[in-house]
């Protein structure tokens, strides 16, 4: 082991640059492969998973408790950075980032080393969630906020929509719901004149669903699939072998995959010291025709024990894991194909059916959330909840309003494996609330005593004209039934009450 320190020479020099953004070579995607866009040479992943627990935090500048935003200390970034470079990494993954906070100086110096970044689109408190999943306008503002926080960084190298959301049989009908977040990320970035940056997903290795969740968010229209696949493995512990570890099976498995995929997640620690034999396997010419590299997880020690290094303020301790992965990385050049002479053969997946492994249907998607819409109803409606309400009193007034009436809650519930979606399941808790507390105050004929629920619902003055129907959609597109009036007003800033932690969203058990 050896201590480091923070390197001032390049933290001066990241001063000295004004934090604008490094003029690095952007990565491309053509068929089953990444490439440098200009230099037509193909790019291998050679990634770190790059996020510290919240709990080792200095930085005050954050707005959220719940993660520490690793893109948004320059400090830190100055600190780890020579570290990094000396396992010849040139990818860092990051989980949550705050898109409010300036990102530029960081940015900057993972440029300047020739890293890039792919970040997760999800925080831990605002995720997709496997148990009660959603497609919300909520959600999509936090997806689309951070992409326009990251968007304009030529290191920036694609997003993920999702992290092991559906990890079992029983939970697979969550995953339409995020490939509704791919098609919408997609979607904006296009939309937005930004440049093409992938959007993709990242799964983790259940032998029960593997191949059905690799096959559905590749199949189908592509412009709702993903632009590149993660896979978070760890198979191979200790002194493994291509054979043993699953890793041909799986390379023989994606051979034929249409968009490039890689170890988004990788290095078990079963066995200690980490010695990262698999590495030699992943760049060698076994898999470097099928897998475009992979993430290391991770930089910081946590109590996990995956950690390449003890941090402590300024100061850097490597850890012998971090040894044997740098000699290991020196010799990880695989060799690739040109972009211009790859003529690009594998199509996208045929899409799973319907069992009892896999609950998604392939079509309709959930509908593209749509902020107009739902600020356009909720001020269109009679009976609404009282602002004051608690979560729990939310939850429970959800609960007995759908229980005097079904039929008052049809235009909000949503069912990934019929495809039936309601036109305003997309609209956050308020207004979904508000939908079946009106629908079933107009059930009642109006009469005052249906708009109280003890004191928890209230009469407003409807101010606004929305067309469309409550029931149920399930057209082609998935996209709901009800559309906006003229008077329309903006988005409605109002925080959705029951989204929890999605387990997953970052750091290992």
Known sequence: MRQGVLNCAFAAISVLAGYANADVDPIVIKGSKFFYQSNNTQFFIRGIAYQADPS?????????????DPLADPDACSRDIPYLKELRTNVVRVYAVDPSQNHDSCMNQLADAGIYVISDLSDPTQAIDRDAPEWTVDLLSRYTSVIDALHGYTNMLGFFA?????????NTAASAYVKAAVRDSKAYIKSSNYRSIGVGYATNDDPAIRTEIADYFNCGDQTDAIDFWGYNIYSWCGDSSYEQSGFEDRTIEFSNYSVPAFFSEYGCNLVQPRTFTQTDVIYGPNMSQVWSGGIVYMYYEEVNNYGLVDVSGQSVTTLPDFTYLSSRMQSATPTGVLKDSYSPTNS???????????????????PTPDSDTCQCEFESLSCVPKSSLSATQMSNLFGTVC??????????QHNATT???GAYSMCNSTVQLAVALDTYYKQQSSEASACNFGGMAMIQNAGGKCSGSVAASSGPSGSASASKSSNAGSTLAVHHAFKINAAGTFGRT
Do not use: F, H, M
Not at 162 to 170: I, L
Not at 348 to 366: F, G, H, I, M, V
Not at 403 to 412: D, K
């Open 56 to 68: 080792r935090s200095d930085n005050s500048t954050s707005t959220n408790t719940s993660y520490v």
């Open 162 to 170: 999702g992290n092991e959301v559906s990890n079992a049989a029983n």
């Open 348 to 366: 996208p997946q045929a899409c799973p059916t319907l069992d009892s492994d896999w609950q998604a249907e392939a079509s309709p998607l959930p």
């Open 403 to 412: 229980g005097l009436s079904e039929s008052a809650c049809s235009g909000i």
């Open 419 to 421: 495809g039936k979606y």
